[in-house]
T-cell receptor, first 113, second 116 residues
Framework: SQKIEQNSEALNIQEGKTATLTCNYT??????LQWYRQDPGRGPVFLLL?????KEKRKERLKVTFDTTLKQSLFHITASQPADSATYLC????????????FGSGTRLSIRP | DTGVSQDPRHKITKRGQNVTFRCDPI?????LYWYRQTLGQGPEFLTY????????KSRLLSDRFSAERPKGSFSTLEIQRTEQGDSAMYLC??????????????FGPGTRLTVL
């Protein structure tokens, strides 16, 4: 079955630095991969979608890469700010169904001033 | 507010009781999803609807769980004979699928269920 691995340990970054989060997946290669942000007690919020034929996608201070050979996506936040502190989830459609997505367990990011 | 709404936001119940949660999706969205999330984990897929049809249900979902979307608009998730292991955050999401959609899901704030 499809497995998604994200760093289970929290990531602590100094304000202004670039935060890099990793999402690794096993088995088949999905047609796309998504990243979401989740704050405590709230539902996830969609950030970015990257398709299998795209190597990189940017949105303001966010950058996502998608390496289908390594079966890995990297999520970067440049010039990080304390307001970026949250849990970041990657999600992708499983091989069994194109109509749903499965989530990784998320990486908690803390940006210290 | 035109986002996804869920009701109630919090529910405390005793073991063995039935509970029902409601989700109102974004009005033009044709897909509606239910997830369960426990502390330190990502959302776990439970079921989804395309309009009023329930197209997929997780094998992890026991017979005590049932969901409906009678008119293709709001949805309800019912848990019968609740168990302490059902304590979790129940999230609803909606999306617009097909050529008009980009694949992203819009989540509601969730209903936190505590079973005593």
């Amino acid at each position: 079955s499809q497995k998604i691995e994200q760093n289970s340990e929290a990531l602590n970054i100094q304000e202004g630095k670039t935060a890099t989060l990793t999402c690794n997946y096993t088995n088949y290669s999905p047609a796309y991969l998504q990243w979401y942000r989740q704050d405590p007690g709230r539902g996830p919020v969609f950030l970015l979608l990257i398709r299998e034929n795209e190597k990189e996608k940017r949105k303001e201070r966010l950058k996502v890469t998608f390496d289908t050979t390594l079966k890995q996506s990297l999520f970067h936040i440049t010039a990080s700010q304390p307001a970026d502190s949250a849990t970041y989830l990657c999600a992708l459609p499983p091989a069994s169904s194109a109509s749903k997505i499965i989530f990784g367990s998320g990486t908690r990011l803390s940006i210290r001033p | 507010d035109t986002g996804v709404s869920q009701d109630p936001r919090h529910k405390i119940t005793k073991r063995g009781q039935n509970v029902t949660f409601r989700c109102d999706p974004i009005s033009e969205h044709n897909r509606l999803y239910w997830y369960r999330q426990t502390l330190g984990q990502g959302p776990e897929f439970l079921t989804y609807f395309q309009n009023e049809a329930q197209l997929e249900k997780s094998r992890l979902l026991s017979d005590r769980f049932s969901a409906e979307r009678p008119k293709g608009s709001f949805s309800t998730l019912e848990i019968q004979r609740t168990e302490q292991g059902d304590s979790a955050m129940y999230l609803c999401a909606s999306s617009l699928e097909g050529d008009r959609g980009k694949g992203e899901q819009f989540f509601g704030p969730g209903t936190r269920l505590t079973v005593l």
